[in-house]
């Protein structure tokens, strides 16, 4: 596992489902109803996952400014991690939902901004690994004892005046991943204000999965992204820097490594209008 995967597959994650480098997360959250991930959770996972919630563990508390799912207090969550036996460089690390990627895309990106690139979204889903037809189950996994040491990128991620400075410039690319109407400010079923960040184009995080969960594959990833290979910096967000991870691991799957999280987002932007 020395090599860095994006993405594996059921059948992969059976077959090592007892390595004791694999640590499986599950990531499932609805923003409709945020009790309902650790519900699901609880009446069945996949065995040995542990659960963080995107609200309680992924995210901070919402303020003023930062967007309706703020970065998570980085000391804090290299706890949780280490409580689940994540090791820093050694443990790989596989996160999943049942949101096409939404949730398990947020852990990927925030590992990474962490410095522990070894983690992986699992294609498909929950919903893909009781296709193929494994089992689950209700057991909640004791905790670990692990060392998660935080190695910051920062470079990864971007802040409302970096957008700014930025939104102009020739070789930089800002990219809206919510849906097309939202885009077009025609539809805002969260936020208080309709429209989007001047300068910014449109490519709607559910594109880089199918229906039913599963990736594209990466020449279809490269053929998506097309347009924007010779850019300097893509400067990727949404509606509160949650669904933009899942267009950041499109970007990586596509072998372009530009891609940078405006973490606070289509939120934060319109929190100072």
């Known amino acids: 596992m020395a090599d860095i995967q994006f993405v594996v597959s059921p059948t992969w994650l059976f077959e090592h489902l007892h390595?004791?480098?694999?640590?499986?997360?599950d990531c499932r959250f609805s923003l409709a109803n945020p009790q309902l991930g650790q519900q699901q959770y609880q009446a069945s996972h996949i065995e040995g996952a542990y659960y963080l919630d995107l609200n309680q563990d992924l995210s901070s508390p919402v303020g003023k400014h930062g967007g309706r799912h703020p970065l998570p207090n980085l000391i804090e969550l290299a706890n949780k991690l280490s409580a689940i036996g994540i090791d820093s460089q050694?443990?790989?690390?596989?996160a999943y939902d049942d949101s096409r990627l939404a949730f398990a895309?947020?852990?990927?990106?925030l590992l990474r901004y962490l410095g522990h690139e070894q983690v992986a979204v699992l294609d498909g889903?929950?919903?893909?690994?009781?296709?193929?037809?494994?089992?689950?189950?209700?057991?909640?996994?004791?905790?670990?004892?692990?060392?998660?040491?935080?190695?910051?990128?920062?470079?990864l991620v971007v802040d409302i005046e970096t957008v700014k400075k930025c939104q102009n410039l020739p070789d930089v690319v800002l990219v809206d991943s919510r849906e097309g109407d939202r885009y077009r400010g025609e539809r805002e079923p969260i936020d208080k204000?309709?429209?989007?960040?001047?300068?910014?184009?449109?490519?709607?995080?559910?594109?880089?999965?199918?229906?039913?969960?599963?990736?594209?594959?990466?020449?279809?990833?490269?053929?998506?992204?097309?347009?924007l290979e010779s850019a300097k910096e893509v400067l990727v967000y949404c509606g509160s820097g949650v669904t933009a991870c899942v267009n950041l691991l499109s970007l990586e799957l596509a072998n372009?490594?530009?891609?940078?999280?405006?973490?606070?987002?289509?939120?934060?932007?319109?929190?100072?209008?």
């Open 125 to 155: 889903g929950f919903a893909g690994w009781q296709k193929a037809g494994y089992a689950v189950t209700d057991i909640i996994p004791q905790p670990k004892n692990g060392t998660f040491s935080p190695q910051i990128i920062t470079e």
């Open 19 to 25: 390595d004791s480098q694999v640590v499986i997360v």
């Open 105 to 109: 895309s947020r852990l990927w990106w």
């Open 90 to 94: 050694n443990s790989f690390v596989v």
């Open 256 to 273: 372009i490594h530009t891609g940078k999280l405006y973490a606070g987002s289509w939120s934060d932007w319109i929190s100072y209008m």
């Open 193 to 227: 204000i309709a429209g989007h960040i001047p300068g910014a184009v449109n490519y709607p995080w559910q594109e880089a999965t199918d229906a039913s969960g599963y990736l594209l594959t990466p020449a279809q990833q490269r053929q998506r992204w097309e347009k």
